[in-house]
């Protein structure tokens, strides 16, 4: 029985705060050399990472994985497009999806499932300035209701 990790590796904190996220899924991810490495040690960086489609098959780019300190000369290049492994139909989905205006594909987690590494992605749209001020006075509402009855607890 392989390890599962259920935390993530590297996670897109701004994906939630920059965009709706309608649907998700988990996509496999080619790596070379050092880059499992890198990743397992938490070295990746989804910050800027979106996925598109070419000539049939799912990239990423944009996500940063810091090249392996013990890795010498056969060390990767940090910001290299990375291919993704689903299946056609499930490329086919998501193309469509993302055709509509204002639809993009935005990797949120990176993680390891049965010895594999996984990126979840979203299919999220883009959020307006005054949703994003709008989700900020939900959490802070929240936060103080809560805050409340913890106070009304104790």
Known sequence: MKKTHDKPLAQNRKASHDYHIEDTIEAGIELRGTEIKSIRRGSANLKDAYARVY???MYVYNMHIAPYEEGNRYNHDPLR?????????????????????GYALIPLKLYIKNGFCKVLLGVGRG????????????????RDVDRALKDRMQ
């Open 127 to 142: 959020k307006k300035k005054y949703d994003k001020r709008e989700d900020l006075k939900r959490k802070q509402m929240k």
């Open 55 to 57: 000539r049939g098959e």
């Open 81 to 101: 497009t990375r291919k993704l492994l689903l299946k056609r139909k499930e490329i086919d989905k998501l193309q469509g999806q993302v055709q509509e205006t």
